[in-house]
């Protein structure tokens, strides 16, 4: 079949199967073509080694394409095979009896399987007690008496960690490798350095920071909360053309020193480099290092190693200076346009040896000055001391910083824009969503959530990348994972972060969630069930499977969602009515929340408790059921749960007890009222919302589920109002104050341009970022209807404000495109792409039955009522009542 492509095959939710850490990994495929109503009738997969015929599947007839069973038999550690599919098709009832053409090979490698495949030890540079910051350079040389026919290094850290071979970098990762639950899991690195090593002599250099695991940690100042000593755990691995194998392993034999150019490397405080300490040829063969001091063993269990399941952390781009401007103190500032994460990239003047420059980072400016004061204990400084030598190229390896502006000190003569740029950097994610629409405010608004996205997926997903904090809160990723999971590709990264939440929880724990992951103690928070946060055991998963159709992660996951659920209702007490109260998150920063006490919500969290525990526990036993579990004990916990919710918190008309927006949208959205109910408060949702003066008056529990209970509840029009609201609190009032990033607080930035005075106050957040999801699906239109997109619900929703909008979505079908136009107010014209090997339903806004569409493209028209906008009263609404 000429006019299909089959693209290269994909290996469980990996980029690059280099290195992989299952030995029977799932496999899915894409198939192009331009045939109508194409679906897929049956695959053959071929499972080839590089030295032996090849396994086939044989003609299986199915229309599965993602997460297929890899079939062959499996692979062992270090094992390569070739990967290619064919598919069979039918367009509408035409059945294509040719097979497609083969797929282009794709190669997948295991890793190192088993621990008994480690020969190496944990070698550990000697450190004083006291050293601060230290970055420490490890070596060894070796030497290869045959030719070489393939080298493999595979490498880990407790640090972070840059490998060298022959005085060339390894690889392209950063801060490798990552953070993980250090005391149970440690991801290792696969790199191919076929080309890096050669016959005869060799050397191999690490350089090791602090990093997560002995560096500054959290908001409390603490440092080495995993060890006061960083090591390598390294084996290099080079396979000769006579299949005999080398391998050069971290041992006895190794050196280190701390005399390198690196003087001091931190997360938070930044980097300093004193080029006038280079050593030149350090990792190359031949250079003399016995001034280094001898490595000391650690101790270290190979059974804690893991492999990706995910990408790495990359550069993903550079960001040029937008301008250069002088502060009123006299600072020379340099403005990036965009609030990102990552570091500078510096082209340096030649100048006297001994010049010290300084370059500060902040997310904003406070009265044209650079404002620090949100980033706390955080530094975030680097400082290169040149050596006189002429012009170079520098940027940090071993930090990152959240910034738009950098204050730059000591730089001889001028600072050009030539002479410095961004680097941003990140977990390397596949971009798989877009949303843009008529009003730029709101496309900016979805591109601020983007670019918070960005800067907080960086390894693990944090709450802020700026201040000493930048922790795995589990609450802001459970709100945003739906964002999430269409703008990126996710489920790889957090399929290793869950597996972290789970180890903790259960191993340290005792099923209880902890609220952020990695744990580590900072204060001493009560280790208890928290609604919201703890709840991500198990909606994180439930909301991957929804877009990914990845069941298997469920079955992962499952041991560490039923002990969360178990918790939960042990919280709740024999009631529900959690009665020994205590603290809790709750709705966490609602607006009415005074600066200092960010728990202050409107609706009690025992309230929004008890909605959680209905929700959370009616999500358990759809999870059963796709797994083929019994899951009544939870559908009987969701029951009473709602019944608990309705007696305490809700009159017979559907009035709540507290007259907030997530009391009412908690009771809407998690489907806890009768149908009598239900109407009543909807009109009540939206007269709460009116009286609110159509501002946000919720926290990051409520908040993402407002313009969904509204829209649900028929009052579409004041949904709009609440998105295109731009007085503060509201989603837009940032982007009229210049923002790029989603911010912790509505207000961080006053009117005034002073930065909120709370302390904890950071401008790049993404939980209230959440509400791109209802873009997504509501005012785009374009949402999944059965797991992993396998069918599409498009179904757009215009209201008043806005004439057009598109959505893209990366399916793991394919590609699906949603745009649609408003003009003379009624005139509605509609443009789908549907995926190959899936279905579409289409609601049209006219209120006409839907229709179901196959794959390709198709246009609608339809006259639909003008949207009228909500008549709004006479102000009796107080902004600063809400600041």
Not at 103 to 114: C, I, K, N, P, T
Request: net charge negative; aromatic share 10%; charged share 20%.
């Amino acid at each position: 079949m000429s006019d299909l492509t089959v693209l290269p095959v994909t290996v469980e939710h990996h980029r690059e199967p280099l290195g992989i850490g299952d030995p029977t990994p799932r496999l899915s495929w894409v198939t192009r073509t331009d045939l109508p109503d194409w679906h897929q009738a049956g695959y053959e997969l071929e499972i080839e080694p590089l030295d032996g015929s090849a396994w086939s599947s044989g003609r299986i007839d199915s229309a599965e394409s993602v997460l297929v069973p890899w079939g062959a038999p499996p692979l062992t550690s270090r094992e390569r095979r070739i990967v290619r599919v064919r598919v069979w098709g039918h367009s509408g009832d035409t059945l294509a009896p040719e097979p497609s053409a083969w797929s282009e090979d794709v190669v997948v490698e295991a890793g190192l399987l088993e621990p008994g495949d480690w020969t190496a030890a944990l070698v550990q540079p000697f450190l004083t007690a006291d050293a601060d910051e230290p970055v420490a350079l490890l070596r060894r040389e070796f030497v290869l008496g045959k030719p070489v026919a393939r080298a493999r290094l595979y490498a880990t850290a407790h640090g972070v960690y840059e490998a060298e071979l022959n005085g060339s970098v390894v690889g392209d990762q950063v801060l490798a490798p990552g953070w993980t639950s250090y005391s149970h899991r440690l991801r290792y690195q696969s790199y191919d350095v076929t080309d890096l090593v050669r016959e005869g002599a060799n050397a191999i250099g690490v350089q090791l920071a602090d990093g997560w695991y002995r560096g500054y940690l959290g908001f409390t100042g603490k440092r080495g909360i995993y060890g006061d000593r960083t090591g390598v755990f390294l084996q290099l691995e080079v396979e000769h053309p006579d299949g005999s194998r080398t391998v050069v392993a971290t041992d006895d034999d190794w050196r280190a020193t701390t005399d390198g150019p690196l003087t001091r490397a931190g997360l938070y405080k930044g980097e300093t480099v004193d080029f006038r300490r280079e050593l030149p040829g350090w990792s190359q063969a031949s250079f003399d290092d016995s001034g280094w001091a001898p490595v000391e063993r650690g101790a270290f269990d190979a059974a804690q190693l893991v492999a990706p399941t995910g990408p790495p952390a990359r550069r993903t781009q550079t960001v040029p200076v937008r301008e250069i401007s002088t502060s009123p103190s006299g600072a020379t500032l340099v403005d990036f346009g965009q609030n990102l994460v990552g570091r500078l990239r510096f082209a340096l003047p030649d100048a006297p040896a001994g010049t010290e420059i300084t370059v500060r980072h902040a997310e904003v400016l406070e009265h044209g000055e650079l404002g620090t004061r949100p980033l706390r204990a955080a530094d975030a400084t680097d400082v290169i001391v040149l050596d006189g030598t002429g012009p170079r190229t520098w940027e940090p390896r071993f930090t990152f910083h959240g910034f738009r502006y950098a204050e730059v000190s000591g730089w001889p003569g001028e600072v050009t824009a030539e002479a410095l740029e961004a680097v941003v950097v990140h977990t390397d994610l596949r971009r798989t969503g877009t949303f843009e629409c008529s009003d730029p405010d709101v496309t900016r608004l979805h591109e601020n959530v983007v670019w918070g996205m960005r800067g907080n997926f960086l390894d693990v997903p944090t709450d802020c990348p700026q201040r000493d904090e930048r922790l795995g809160w589990t609450g802001d990723l459970q709100v945003f994972a739906p964002t999430a999971s269409f703008l990126y590709d996710t489920a790889g990264m957090l399929r290793s972060w869950l597996a972290d939440l789970a180890v903790e929880q259960m191993k340290d724990h005792g099923g209880v969630v902890p609220m952020y992951v990695p744990f580590v103690e900072l204060l001493p928070f009560p280790q208890q069930p928290d609604v919201g946060w703890g709840d991500a055991a198990v909606v994180v998963p439930w909301v991957l499977y929804q877009r990914s159709g990845d069941a298997g992660l469920l079955a992962d996951q499952w041991t560490s969602m039923t002990a969360w659920v178990d918790a939960f209702a042990g919280r709740a007490g024999a009631d529900l009515d959690f009665p020994e109260g205590g603290f809790s998150f709750g709705d966490w920063l609602d607006t009415a929340a005074p600066p200092d006490n960010p728990a202050a919500a409107r609706t009690p969290w025992q309230c929004v408790a008890t909605a959680y525990l209905a929700r959370t526990a009616r999500t358990m036993a759809q999870a059963a059921e796709v797994l083929g579990r019994d899951g009544s004990r939870f559908a009987d916990l969701a029951e009473r749960a709602a019944a608990r919710f309705r007696a305490e918190y809700v009159t017979p008309n559907g009035r709540v007890a507290f007259p907030s927006q997530t009391a009412y949208a908690l009771a809407l959205e998690f489907d806890l009222l009768t149908p009598e109910q239900r109407e009543h408060a909807g009109r009540l949702l939206a007269e709460q919302v009116l009286k609110d003066g159509f501002h946000i008056a919720s926290g990051f529990l409520g908040t993402p589920l407002v313009t969904d209970a509204l829209t649900d509840a028929g009052e579409l029009p004041t949904a709009y109002e609440l998105l295109l609201q731009r007085e503060n609190p509201s989603w837009l009032y940032p982007v009229t104050m210049g923002a790029t990033t989603i911010w912790e607080r509505w207000d961080s930035m006053l009117p005034d341009g002073s930065i909120n005075p709370g302390d904890m106050t950071s401008f790049n957040h993404y939980a209230f970022g959440a509400v791109a999801d209802w873009l997504h699906r509501t005012v785009a239109g374009l949402a999944p209807a059965a797991p992993g997109y396998r069918r599409l619900l498009i179904a757009p929703r215009p209201g008043p404000g806005l004439s057009s909008a598109a959505a893209t979505h990366e399916t793991p079908y394919g590609t699906a495109e949603v745009s649609w136009t408003l003009t003379a107010g009624t005139q509605f014209a509609l443009e789908v792409t549907v995926p190959p090997n899936t279905t579409a339903q289409v609601v049209l806004p006219d209120g006409s039955d839907a229709v179901e569409v196959g794959s390709g493209r198709h246009s609608f028209a339809a006259t639909i009522a003008e949207p009228v906008p909500v008549e709004k009263p006479a102000l009796f609404f107080d902004p600063d009542d809400h600041q």
